[in-house]
């Protein structure tokens, strides 16, 4: 699997990260918390860069340290528990080591337990 933005394992490094594939992004979890999602690609590549599992509690305190994230524009209007670093922010990498850094220090602020698979009735 092909991994967009690959240099950030470096920054998480020495974490042990789990790599998944979700509706077409590279998910990276640590702790079996998904932290965040990679998304670059050609289309609506408004939304490409790093996303960020958050919740909405947490939005305004996570800009005070990172100014740059936004909501995702392909998630649509409303708001969502995910905020987006661009891939085209002038800040990019560096506002992407203080995510890391972030994440390295367990930020409370960052990560989300996924919501267990629901089983499938097999009759």
Same mark, same amino acid.
């Given at each position: ?32 918390? #998904? ?14 860069? #790093? ?22 524009? #392909? ?34 602020? #960052? ?13």
């Amino acid at each position: 699997m092909k991994i967009p933005f690959d240099f950030v394992l470096d920054y998480l490094y020495p974490l042990d990260v789990e790599i998944k594939s979700m509706f077409g992004v590279s998910t990276l979890y640590v702790n079996h918390k #998904i932290v965040l999602a990679l998304r670059d690609k050609p289309q609506a590549s408004e939304s490409n860069g #790093i996303w960020i599992a958050t919740s909405k509690d947490h939005h305004e305190s996570l800009r005070k340290d990172l100014p740059s994230i936004t909501s995702i524009p #392909i998630l649509g209007d409303g708001v969502t528990g995910w905020q987006m670093l661009s891939s085209a922010d002038d800040n990019f990498e560096e506002q992407t080591i203080k995510i890391c850094e972030m994440i390295k220090n367990n930020d409370p602020r #960052i990560g989300k337990i996924p919501k267990p698979k629901k089983k499938k009735n097999i009759k």
